[in-house]
């Protein structure tokens, strides 16, 4: 009998910090192939020389439909806009696709438009499934199309789900301080370590494109989101403040909810942003203001893993039958 | 006609952070002179061993009521609860303070007893005016004991008294970021490098001591009020989100307000953590977020200048008659 | 046929950073049962209170030689000269020892005493084999007692080793760049955030006491040897100056000295520490100064793993006849 | 009597971090008049709109030898090769000049062409004095044309100018760390915050051009001279390891050296970066290592106040005749 072989997987993008952190993950995944590595800026050089950290001995190409689609799935790590018609072409060779872009994650193609202008590919947005495994698990066991989380949707999300399931959001701050990295590779300005360093930087007020997302998720309830940079490479911090609607145990939602998933830990004191650095967990930590009645969460991730290509595996081992925490 | 002398200052506590900056703008200063230094734990050392950058060449000393109060005015640097009996015994010698502690903030005694405990001076509490220039200038011009304000309270107040003025305030969430200095100068697992570093803790949830004078300054509303260490060592940004109870022109309360404040700057882009450090100035911007009907403004400040020490020297400008920016 | 039972080994002292980081790595290793965590300080604790990123379920326990040394192998993560003592109890209960400290790196006691004063057991200094699998693998493999090399040790070692042995060594002097985690976890004002930030320390000039071990595994050759502290968590620079006695094919020692080396990484470009963080490489890079005809050798390592705990990990696969890189 | 008029004076290249701490510094400078901000890439934009720090109220301007040659002094703040046209073309118009490129720093244009490539305005090489005012007070008093001296240079020379002038510099390595602004404000991959965080890393190793600035300010002796990034903004430390040619009062010469001096402090503890921040000193503090009998020399500046622009206003004040502290 002949033994299986491993499922091959191409990520597209790889010289960016996700595509390079997916990469790593894939090359040294027990049961994934890392099957091509594509870059447009960096083509022909080793993965390893842009980011040595990855130790992947797979040298970058320019993505070529014909020569890189002969895997059995694909990591599409494009800026938004740029990933739809890479993914559609890649579903019409049969490939499976993890889009860590945003093209699929809105249901809605108008509230996709009023924020990001012409959605590229809206045949497929039926089918995408939002890959976030502990509230869609089932979902992207079968699909063929994840949209893979924005990093703060990812945290805030979790955060906010188990009030959200019980109807007790009824008025939501959220107040994220980001690492660096998840403002992308590219050199600018703002990201020059002198702008960043001694600073907190609030960005994009009022309208940072992860909002939708994150109402979409959490059923449509208004939220105001405010990202800040802070001066760090990696790692993310949501702090979130709800009016209940109602009393309610707390407490108990968050443990129904997350006692037995793998990758979230409810945590009494601080939530560790060190404690979740290069890995896949969100830990979660839950307070009630008594003076004025808020509840208070807090959840922390690593925006370039749970927060984007460690899910990202996650998800492709939910899509392939796996144990979702294999090569995590 | 005989030259005025320069009124003579001591600072009482001037090993620790905000003492030894304080100990520098005064022994710079035009129009103070520098009498004395005054520390527990360094008593003999030179000041400028423990903070070379102060350059200031006097030797911290016990304090010594009998030998420290020939002094016109006093900056007190001392914790909560040590300063009021200290505070006392200055004001009974005739000595004029600017006391950084909290223990002559809150007019309230009742208010003061439910947050920190027993009060030891409460005859004073009457007198005591809140050192908030922007405020309360001519209180303080007249004032014999100034209570300087709270770093965090400093910012949240500037940033929130013109929408208070006009009985704006409908509910206020305030999410604060600080630098590692405001925690103080004492060694604990909490501040060494390695646990700030690369990461963001929120602190003290719902219960932070600097929430009742904000409350009191805002006019009595409920706030909530959450600081996080953020990985640099000083500078403090509040973000704070409120729903507006009408509408309102706010771009025109704030330059009201803010004018023809010296130290007060009013900006478009971010507020620029790095454009106030080692200064008296806040930055704030003031952002819509027209989604969800709320109002937005950040305030930046260094903790330690007008967050502590610098608007002390403001103070003490305003209580002797001098123009309140000498030295600054 | 009945199955091997994993060896069980005890971390002593792992409240500590480097105890934590042992911990962690032989709770996850696939041939080690982690069985006891002790330390002083925390006893009682569960490790995964003190040290969350672990992620290991036992309780802190105070160290009792009757209880704890029911295993076969232990590492001792004590400071210089507590550790001794503790160490000759465990051989004498035939437990295999991996040792952190300096207690047992310099075969001459003479040495010793000058950097460190009495030995607490000299007796053991005989049979003790200095840990660097590099340069002593055979050793290691059959020894009872390893003795850890220092973290900067590790690096500089590492960094000139093919030249010492070339007899290449005319005059040393090597320049280090520490993370702060490499001062330990105590808090004290030298490692207080603001103490740190934004600033370079230099500190133990001319007589850290690492000096003595870079001599003995060098050859005897002198060098002067400065640490400097640097606004980092942990990662570790040496940069070695050399002039050499002779002209010699410098890049060719490097490549029969290393290029079978499974974690010793020669590089071209900048040695790049972010890329040994949380992992056991060593990477070295070689550069010739024409105008001067010095040679400059960079070497970076994680001090917290390949400096300390990782490497013990490779020391005691080494000693258990196991592949050195398991669980690394 | 009519009173005299401040000299004006106008910073050409003022986009950049030294062209903006210039200009901040002459535009508070109590007897100089900062008439033109010039620059290439931000022309028509206020100065305080690219460096708000800064609080300078002129918009900065392409520079137009016509209409900003109208000046008593410029500061040039372009790059190498760059500056000596200008520089030549300023000079012809009798403006005094301070250049803070590379292009009349070295006597000898065979040196410079050998590190720099052609040069410029050969014709002014004989005339421009070389601008480091402990080393070349008086000279730089009668100067037209003076050269600043490179950040490294400064720290470097100040370190062991002593040494030099007792004839004692028989071998010399200068390790330099430094903070990121030195090298310059254009967004690069190596400048990004996620590339310079947590680690130090060396570059131009044995080929950075600081070199024969350094070697023709020591009186000819060879260096080998490596400069590496940490993660921090500004701040510059240089440690020095010399073999002394014979037995010496070191602290002694270092003493006669500097005593007078006012913006040079030697230091028994470690120099302290912190304390020289946005600040125009140079603290140095001296070590002997009794075992190599090596001595070693640390000397740390912000190197964009005394190793850049406070260093350019000092020449500026020796220049005009006023205390050479004027202003700073």
């Known amino acids: 009998m002949a033994r299986r072989t491993a499922p091959r997987v191409a990520v597209l993008g790889a010289a960016g910090y996700a595509g390079a952190v997916a990469s790593a993950l894939l090359h040294r995944h027990p049961h994934f192939e890392l099957a091509h590595v594509t870059a447009r800026s960096d083509a022909g050089v080793p993965l390893a020389d842009v980011h040595p950290r990855t130790r992947v001995p797979l040298v970058l190409e320019e993505y070529d439909p014909e020569r890189h689609a002969d895997v059995d799935a694909a990591v599409v790590a494009y800026p938004h806009g740029a990933a739809a018609p890479v993914v559609a072409g890649l579903r019409e060779r049969g490939v499976r696709v993890v889009d860590l872009s945003a093209d699929f994650r809105l249901h809605d193609r108008a509230v996709y438009e009023d924020w990001y202008g012409d959605h590229g590919a809206p045949a497929l947005l039926g089918g995408a499934v939002y890959g976030l495994p502990e509230l869609h698990r089932d979902e992207i066991a079968g699909a063929d199309l994840v ?11 979790l955060a906010l789900a188990p009030l959200a399931r019980a109807g007790l959001l009824g008025d939501v701050v959220i107040d994220a301080k980001s690492g660096v990295s998840g403002a992308g590779r590219e050199p600018t300005h703002d990201k020059h370590f002198v702008s960043v360093d001694e600073t907190v930087t609030p960005y994009k007020v009022g309208r940072h494109r992860h909002t939708p997302e ?107 039958g796996r144990d979702e925490s294999e090569g995590l």
Chains 1, 2, 3, 4 share one sequence.
Not at 147 to 153: I, R, S, V
Not at 216 to 223: F, T, Y
Not at 248 to 270: Q, R, T
């Open 147 to 157: 949209a893979n989380p924005g990093c703060y949707p990812t945290a805030a999300i």
């Open 214 to 320: 994150i109402e979409q998720e959490l059923g449509g309830v208004r939220v105001t989101f405010t990202p800040h940079l802070v001066p760090l490479a990696h790692g993310e911090l949501v702090s979130c403040y709800v009016t209940a609607t109602r009393e309610e145990d707390v407490a108990g939602l968050y443990a129904d909810a997350y006692d037995d998933e793998p990758w979230v830990e409810v945590v009494e004191g601080p939530p560790g942003m060190q404690e979740v650095r290069e890995t896949n967990y969100c830990r979660i930590s839950v307070h009630g203001d008594d003076r004025t009645g808020r509840i208070i969460v807090f959840a922390t991730i690593d925006n370039l893993w749970k927060g984007t290509s460690s899910q990202a595996v996650q998800n492709l081992n939910l899509m392939f």
